[in-house]
């Protein structure tokens, strides 16, 4: 699962600020897909991409926006819209967004609040 | 609705064990049900993964079991060490996503 990078590793919000987490990969995978995982939660998706400049809103998707100009990126913007940002963030890729594909994911960004 | 139930939520078992985790699922068109395993602060990984056209899978230690008609998958660990130790999740694919369970915290103590 190396090739899925995700940066910064910790990352601090401001009240009002958007921040933008970064996920790039080198697999070469069409769909890539937005986690956040709370404490003693399960994964739930916030938004999915299935391939260049196309991409769908999950379960959770009110205040985080995205973008997919290139088929190895795939940034979240967590919008000032978004009340209760602290969570962990992960990103994930798979060959395709059809059939049984398994998905590999990066290590996570974390985000707080300061 | 989509949903997975994962049970139970903590186990504890003595080194050399085995440790069983159920998920059940509620859309019968599911057809891929993936096992993941994430230590503390770390990425989930893929440890087993099993497709709605065969019964069981197994690797090494590790194996899981689909009962299609019951709509639930299972995950067994056997000769449990410390270093399985880790918060295991299971999902179920409706349409085209994942869903995912709470997650089971698995302690094994030596």
């Known amino acids: 699962d190396g090739g899925i990078t995700q940066s910064p590793k910790y990352l601090f919000r401001k009240e009002g600020q958007n921040v933008t987490l970064s996920c790039e990969q080198n697999?070469?995978?069409?769909?890539m897909y937005w986690y956040r995982q709370d404490p003693g939660q399960g994964l739930r998706l916030i938004y999915y991409s299935q391939i260049v400049n196309d991409f769908q809103k999950g379960d959770i998707a009110e205040g985080y926006s995205v973008s997919r100009e290139k088929k190895e990126s795939f940034p979240l913007t967590v919008t000032s819209a978004q009340k209760n940002p602290t969570a962990f963030y992960l990103c994930?890729?798979?060959?395709?967004?059809?059939?049984?594909?398994?998905?590999?994911f990066g290590d996570g960004t974390r985000l707080s609040i300061l | 609705g989509e949903n997975v139930e994962q049970h139970p939520s903590t186990l504890s078992v003595q080194e050399g064990d085995s440790a069983v985790i159920k998920c059940t699922y509620s859309d019968s068109a599911s057809n891929y049900f993936p096992w993941y395993k994430q230590e503390l602060g770390k990425r989930p990984q893929l440890i087993i993964d099993?497709?709605?056209?065969?019964g069981e899978k197994k690797d090494q230690r590790i194996a899981v079991t689909l009962n299609k008609t019951a709509k639930h998958f299972s995950l067994h660990i056997t000769e449990t060490q410390p270093e399985d130790s880790a918060v295991y999740f299971c999902?179920?694919?409706?349409?085209?996503?994942?869903?995912f369970g709470a997650g089971t915290i698995l302690r094994v103590k030596s």
């Open positions: 999902a179920a694919k409706y349409g085209n996503k994942l869903v």
């Open positions: 994930a890729s798979s060959i395709a967004w059809t059939g049984a594909q398994p998905q590999h």
């Open positions: 099993i497709r709605s056209n065969v």
């Open positions: 697999l070469n995978h069409d769909a």
